[in-house]
């Protein structure tokens, strides 16, 4: 009886052991370190530079007073079309003036050199009509020849952006005709006004396009200055968007980058295509007070502008320029990316373990990065990897 009871006193004392053994041991044992993982998958991938610009009129005419006078009341409101030479402004004359010899030869001297900026504008508009017209023929001959088959259509589309830009200068140059036009009206206006010496006469200011008024920096009556800005005139119809980048950014941008203009208050999304990058920057003072320099890139609406019809002159939007882009793309999160030495690694979900891997990395934008090599679709990698997580640790998901 006593040896049964002291068997059971060392099977108690025994098992004691055991249970705080096994409790030192669950308690002491290496936990796993949590993490928050991400998935290797093929998606599309776009590198981006986004920024916000703004739109503008392409062709803005800004009508100043020709003379030294009082303005009449503009009967104009902003949004108003107006047709080619319909009266924007009507001038009185101030009181007349004797013109002294030297006065009444610079008036002269102003109407000769109107009449040669007008003529200068003529012969610009002519070469433009000439290069036009053949920039048509070669799209008529490559368009020819491109349904039989003997050009690609790389050729075509060449061609057919060769006669739009030499529609353009065309256009262009018509409208710096008529402007030099009105200028030389201008000019004569102003010896004509000022050698009548007649109060009674008006000096009517004529809209050199058709258009509609964008601005009036005059509109209730007064006196002004000759020069003075009187009312401003454009096509809302012909919009294009100025969008300020770094100039960090500005040298991996290039005419015909694709643009796409998200979040800019309509549906949808519209598309455009840089027309020019600027070649002189600006300094800019950040919101942080940091300076930047900044370059402009003009970029013109490609989307069908019914599309666009409601943005008007100086409307916001935010403008992404597309780097490169690709369907389907093996990729990670850019932030499961660590150096390891002169190149990129990543660990790896395994098993309940990091194994760190040396990645080969391609493009890269701000969220995911494209591998090239070091990890298939579907495997897990660990994103914002700690200094707690290192080759072969234990990890479980967060």
Do not use: C
Request: hydrophobic share 45%; no cysteine; charged share 25%.
């Amino acid at each position: 009886m006593k040896n049964i009871v002291q068997w059971r006193r060392r099977i108690f004392l025994a098992l004691i052991v055991v249970l705080v053994a096994g409790g030192l041991f669950w308690g002491f044992r290496p936990q796993p370190v949590e993490v928050d993982l991400g998935v290797a998958n093929r998606a599309p991938l776009r590198v981006t530079i986004e920024q916000e610009g703004r739109t503008r009129v392409v062709d803005r005419y800004v009508v100043t007073a020709p003379v030294s006078g009082y303005a009449r009341r503009v009967r104009l409101d902003v949004g108003d079309a107006v047709e080619r030479d319909t009266t924007l402004v009507e001038l009185e004359p101030v009181r007349a003036e004797v013109l002294d010899m030297r006065s009444r030869a610079e008036a002269t001297a102003r109407i000769a050199a109107a009449e040669s900026v007008v003529n200068a504008a003529e012969q610009r508009a002519n070469a433009a009509a000439s290069s036009s017209s053949l920039a048509q023929k070669e799209l008529q001959r490559v368009s020819t020849l491109r349904a039989t088959g003997y050009v690609s259509a790389s050729a075509e589309d060449r061609a057919v952006s060769e006669a739009e830009r030499s529609a353009a200068e065309l256009r262009s140059a018509q409208f710096a005709v008529s402007t030099a036009r009105h200028e030389l009206v201008a000019a004569r206006a102003a010896l004509g006004y000022a050698a009548s010496g007649s109060n009674a006469e008006m000096v009517a200011i004529h809209a050199p396009v058709a258009g509609r008024v964008l601005r009036i920096p005059h509109k209730s009556e007064g006196a002004v200055a000759a020069g003075q800005p009187l009312i401003e005139i454009g096509d809302p119809r012909a919009l294009e968007v100025e969008v300020d980048v770094l100039s960090a950014d500005a040298v991996r941008i290039h005419p015909g980058t694709r643009v796409v203009f998200e979040r800019w208050g309509g549906a949808g999304v519209l598309e455009g295509a840089v027309r020019v990058v600027e070649p002189a920057g600006f300094t800019k003072v950040s919101a942080l007070g940091v300076e930047e320099q900044r370059v402009w890139a003009i970029v013109s609406f490609t989307s069908p502008p019914a599309l666009w019809q409601h943005l008007g002159d100086g409307y916001r939007v935010e403008a992404s320029f597309i780097l490169w882009e690709a369907n389907d793309v093996l990729q990670i999160p850019a932030s499961a990316l660590f150096r390891d030495g002169n190149g990129w690694a990543a660990f790896v979900f395994e098993k309940g373990k990091a194994v760190k891997r040396r990645m080969e990395i391609g493009q890269r934008n701000g969220l995911n990065a494209q591998v090239i090599s070091g990890v298939n679709a579907g495997e897990q990698v660990i994103v914002h990897p700690d200094d707690r997580v290192r080759e072969g640790v234990r990890v479980a998901a967060r």
